[in-house]
């Protein structure tokens, strides 16, 4: 069974800095390139960020650039989200995922998501 499994979401205040981690614990998106998406209250799911396989590109949402930086681990099969300067609007659910195209959107394959909460 496929598994993203996501972590290090959160309680924190405005200004104040997490970072996400996403495990592709079974090892099955080689090759892929991996992104975070998230979803607040009432809200749709929207793109925040991603990264082809090889690392060397990325590309974010106009609301995160700048403030969120997505990167992969040594061994690749872990992809990570830091995020700086939060603010309460950042709060929502954030979601690992997976696809073999980079601009995709949505992705194929997801994580169960991590809650992160940024209070004013």
């Known amino acids: 069974q496929v598994q993203l499994v996501e972590s290090g979401g959160g309680l924190v205040q405005a200004g104040a800095s997490l970072r996400l981690s996403c495990v592709d614990s079974?090892?099955?998106?080689?090759?892929?390139?991996m992104g975070w998406f998230r979803q607040a209250p009432g809200e749709e799911r929207e793109f925040v960020a991603a990264?082809?396989?090889?690392?060397?590109?990325?590309h974010y949402a106009d609301s995160v650039k700048g403030r969120f930086t997505i990167s992969r681990g040594s061994a690749k099969n872990t992809v990570y989200l830091q995020m700086i300067s939060l603010k309460p609007e950042d709060t929502a659910v954030y979601y690992c995922?997976?696809?073999?195209?980079?601009?995709?959107?949505?992705?194929?394959?997801w994580g169960q998501g991590t809650q992160v909460t940024v209070s004013s």
């Open positions: 990264i082809t396989w090889s690392g060397l590109n990325t």
């Open positions: 079974t090892q099955s998106f080689t090759g892929y390139a």
């Open positions: 995922a997976a696809d073999r195209s980079f601009y995709k959107d949505p992705y194929d394959y």
